[in-house]
């Protein structure tokens, strides 16, 4: 940077540092608040609050629903990022469009759409009531609405990658005589794996903290159809402080380790990127 | 909606790369089954009260207040992020200082922070009690915690990230030459930033605040607990989604979520105009 | 292996990148597409591949239509503009691709790919390089690995789609004439696409000039040099001077170039006029009032490259003899040896000298 583009050094410190204040109490505050209220009593009644069985369960049925969700959105997104990026055909433009549709819904909406579609009331839910199908208020509602709020991002972090990677790579694969899962196993993917990895980490880390469209389909059964977030609100609005903080910082944990994962993954990759270039 | 519009340009062109029937088909069923039939659900249900129905259901005094307080308190709150957004970026694009790193990933906490995690956190933070809330009552008098404050100091811990994270590249690509080009030309460094540098980050500046803005009014988690709910007063509309679908009132429910949806992709859409001339006035 | 073309046609939306485009290729060929970009070179040779599928029209390779046949059956080695290399892959494990992803019956084991893998990397004279990555090696060497990747396979048709533009001056010429010593060994039908003409005139045994979607000439690079069929070609291959002129009542004028009594055969009305430099002779004026200004010498080794002004127009020419006493400033008299006419609708003319190609400046004094 020249000195026409440097700023005097006060300003230059003072901007620094009242970034680093507004950070601090902007992000690491709340994380800090969270701790302390959980260790408000020590170690002891926070650990007796996350072995609790109803913790337990509910640590259980968050792990499943992400293992269901994320799978679905990854396996949608790699498709929809090779039609894309790598095949022509028309309208590519409103795919996009409406793949991201998704992050503008707000979360009580999209599990709404779902209570719409197959509650007690919904269009299709007296019928598969009538053969034994429960989904809102049981374990398929609950994987649904987190599919629809973490639908766009695996697609999101490939689509841009891929389409900037262009073709060249598949189109000599394919005259040397690669077939098609050929070519995506052993050009594209390699090409892609740590952007697949860092889109599955948000994407997961999303599903497993999603909170308000799992709400309005959960039903709020302890032991059942309650995720760790919803099993935070129970505890909170119990009066069960102690509890609750403890269980949203094992969640605070999974966004920071989410987090310093992706930072890691991006580190990595902006180096291979600069041995390239 | 969009399964018609998407198709390969000719159902007897080749492609080089194979996997498009495959691909495209797996695509069109995942988001058909999961986005477009159960937002067309929304869009279908409201009618069941006729449209009367759907106005009266609309114009209820505590919908006009929620609507209120959820696209009010975005507005606001998102207003809030852009300066404070834009000298984040700042920080962290132009200067290299012990902890930029930690700073730069820091921002995207709210991005992997599970909401309900932030709204328990804030409120602890600003409750009478709270390390914030206590010497903020005691300097001002003003309470955060479940008052409508309460509601934008969450917003504004939502749309922050997404001020930063449009304006950061624009900033970091923006070429020296042409703010060494307005010092040779006389400027002061502050004439600099604000003719010069500013300009430059409008269209992104309104992009990120259209992306914050959209994320703020829907917000559910990180509100739920700063905000008290109360009725007319700090009621978010999602919220108002599930009172209803508690009284089993489906389609007043699927009304407020739908003009919830209209109201928000409209201002996207204007913000995305507003963007494109902004753009467009600089090439 | 022959390649028969016939009347292909692939458009993108409105516009025909190839409009017709017909093409026979003798087995062992080399030939060259050779034209400006948007020429549609890259389009044919990408339908060759089978990357890219026309309209209309259709390509035989051995004598079989190959339609149908998707890029991975068609056994055609490509070398891409850009290489694409695998950038994952080292260059022995980029070179043994197209072997490994053979289904497993006609796979060769893995001792003979390595083998093979080996052989190649000789021929392609980078031994030591086989565990290095693709961005860890220079152009050239990555050109040399995508030439050899290519030839793994065996392939019938070897496409190579600009392959010389990515490397610097120096390594360019070095590096294709072993591609062409390469190909006398291998004997494998070749085609070039390029937009430079040297290399197509230095490479190839024949060459297509493309303009705008259509091959204007196929021919030898002397017939392109000596025979150019229209304007286009005869501007594109070789320098030549190119002059606006007329032809009234069949004989042909020029304002600023008084030249022999040329007849055309075509209509009259204007015509484009080449002269290539070499046709253009300069030479000092006995009587010192020649019909052109000398602006610039530029002395060579046997002779020298004369730019002359003749009215408004400045032409290239060359001066045998006498060098010193050609300077800038001086007036001298040219000599046209030889000039080919197109008609305004690029066509040629056919021409019909009457007056034996002689000193113009001395004739027809200005």
């Not at chain 1, 077939?179 to 994407?203: D, E, Y």
């Not at chain 2, 001002?140 to 934008?152: R, S």
């Not at chain 3, 259709?58 to 239509?65: C, F, L, P």
């Not at chain 3, 019909?352 to 400046?361: K, N, R, S, T």
Request: hydrophobic share 55%.
């Amino acid at each position: 940077m020249s000195a026409a583009t440097q700023d005097p050094a006060p300003a230059r410190i003072a901007l620094v540092l009242l970034g680093a204040a507004l950070a601090a109490a902007i992000f690491l505050l709340p994380l800090a608040a969270v701790l302390a209220e959980a260790l408000r009593r020590g170690w002891e009644p926070a650990w007796t609050a996350i072995s609790d069985p109803d913790s337990i369960a509910a640590i259980r049925l968050t792990l499943l629903v992400a293992a269901i969700a994320v799978p679905i959105n990854a396996a949608g997104g790699i498709a929809a990022a090779w039609a894309i990026a790598k095949c022509d055909f028309a309208g590519k433009r409103v795919l996009i469009t409406l793949i991201e549709l998704p992050f503008s819904v707000s979360p009580v909406i999209s599990g709404l759409v779902y209570v719409l579609l197959f509650g007690a009331q919904g269009y299709f839910g007296p019928a598969l009531r009538a053969y034994g199908f429960e989904i809102i208020f049981a374990l398929p509602g609950l994987v649904l609405a987190t599919v629809f709020v973490t639908f766009p991002f695996v697609a999101r972090t490939l689509i841009p990658l891929m389409q900037e990677q262009g073709r060249e790579e598949e189109e000599a694969a394919a005259t040397l005589g690669a077939g098609g899962w050929q070519i995506f196993l052993r050009v594209t993917l390699p090409n892609v794996k740590w952007a697949l990895l860092a889109g599955v980490l948000l994407c997961n880390a999303r599903a497993m903290g999603e909170f308000g469209a799992v709400s309005v389909v959960s039903g709020h059964i302890r032991g059942q159809t309650n995720t760790m977030p919803l099993h935070v609100e129970i505890l909170y609005n119990e009066y069960m402080f102690v509890g609750a903080f403890a269980v949203a910082a094992l969640l605070a944990l999974l966004g920071v380790v989410t987090l310093a994962a992706k930072t890691l993954l991006e580190t990595l990759t902006a180096r291979r990127i600069g041995e390239h270039a | 909606m969009g399964a018609s519009a998407i198709a390969p340009r000719s159902a007897s062109r080749h492609q080089a790369l194979p996997g498009l029937g495959l691909t495209l088909g797996v695509t069109v069923v995942w988001l058909g089954a999961i986005v477009i039939v159960p937002l067309a659900a929304l869009a279908l249900k409201p009618w069941e009260l006729g449209a009367a129905g759907v106005l009266a259901a609309l114009s209820e005094p505590r919908v006009l207040a929620a609507f209120r307080m959820s696209f009010g308190g975005a507005l606001a709150a998102t207003l809030a992020s852009v300066p404070v957004g834009i000298l984040l970026a700042w920080a962290i694009t132009r200067y290299r200082f012990p902890g930029r790193r930690v700073l730069d990933a820091l921002i995207d906490l709210p991005f992997a922070l599970p909401t309900a995690v932030a709204g328990l956190a804030l409120t602890a933070l600003f409750a009478t009690n709270g390390w914030l809330g206590a010497p903020i009552e005691a300097v001002t008098g003003w309470k955060v915690a479940y008052t409508p404050a309460g509601v934008i100091v969450a917003l504004f811990f939502v749309a922050l990230p997404f001020i930063v994270r449009t304006v950061e590249p624009v900033l970091r690509d923006l070429p020296a030459e042409t703010e060494e080009a307005a010092a040779t030309l006389g400027a002061t460094r502050l004439q600099t930033i604000r003719r010069v540098v500013l300009p430059a980050l409008a269209p992104a500046t309104v992009t990120g605040f259209g992306l914050g803005f959209a994320r703020a009014v829907g917000e559910y988690g990180s509100v739920i607990f700063i905000a008290g709910n109360m009725p007319m007063v700090s009621e978010i509309a999602p919220l108002l989604i599930i009172v209803k679908l508690e009284q089993f009132n489906y389609a007043a429910a699927a009304a407020v979520g739908l003009a919830m949806l209209v109201l928000s992709f409209a201002i996207l859409l204007l913000l995305n105009l507003w963007q494109r001339r902004l753009r467009r006035g600089q090439r | 292996m022959t390649v028969e073309i016939e009347k292909l046609v692939r458009r993108f939306g409105h516009n025909a990148a190839l409009d017709g485009v017909s093409l026979a290729l003798h087995p062992g060929e080399f030939a060259a597409l050779l034209g400006p970009s948007g020429s549609g070179k890259t389009t044919l040779l990408r339908i060759l591949a089978g990357l890219d599928f026309p309209d209309a029209g259709s390509v035989r390779i051995a004598g079989t239509d190959v339609a149908g046949v998707p890029a991975r059956l068609r056994g055609v080695g490509v070398v891409f503009q850009h290489y694409a290399l695998f950038r994952h892959m080292t260059i022995a494990e980029n070179i043994a691709f197209g072997l490994r992803v053979r289904p497993r019956r006609l796979r060769p084991a893995a001792a003979d790919i390595a083998r093979r893998v080996a052989t190649l990397l000789e021929l392609v004279q980078i031994p030591d390089l086989a565990g290095r990555y693709p961005d860890q090696v220079s152009g050239g060497q990555r050109q040399r690995v995508a030439l050899a990747r290519a030839l793994a396979i065996e392939p019938s048709l070897l496409l190579l789609d600009e392959p010389f533009g990515a490397l610097d001056a120096l390594v360019r010429k070095e590096v294709r004439r072993w591609v062409r010593g390469l190909h006398d060994r291998l004997g494998i039908t070749s085609v070039l696409v390029t937009h430079d003409q040297d290399e197509a005139m230095e490479l190839a045994d024949r060459i297509a000039v493309m303009d705008r979607g259509r091959i204007v000439q196929f021919g030898t690079p002397r017939a392109l040099l000596d025979d150019p069929q229209t304007a286009f070609v005869a501007g594109f291959i070789g320098e030549a001077n190119r002059l606006r002129g007329e032809v009234r009542d069949g004989w042909l004028e020029m304002r600023d170039l008084p030249v022999p009594m040329v007849r055309v055969k075509g209509r009259d009305g204007p015509v484009e006029v080449f002269i290539r430099p070499a046709d253009l002779l300069v030479a000092p004026s006995p009587r010192r009032h020649g019909c052109v200004e000398v602006a610039l010498v530029r002395p060579e080794t046997e002779s020298a490259r004369v730019v002359v002004r003749c009215g408004a127009s400045l032409l290239d020419g060359v001066a045998p003899t006498q060098v010193g006493r050609i300077l800038p400033g001086v007036l001298c008299d040219v000599t046209v040896r030889r000039l080919t006419v197109f008609g305004e609708d690029g066509a040629r003319e056919d021409l019909h000298l009457v007056d034996a190609p002689g000193c113009v400046g001395a004739g027809a004094s200005i």
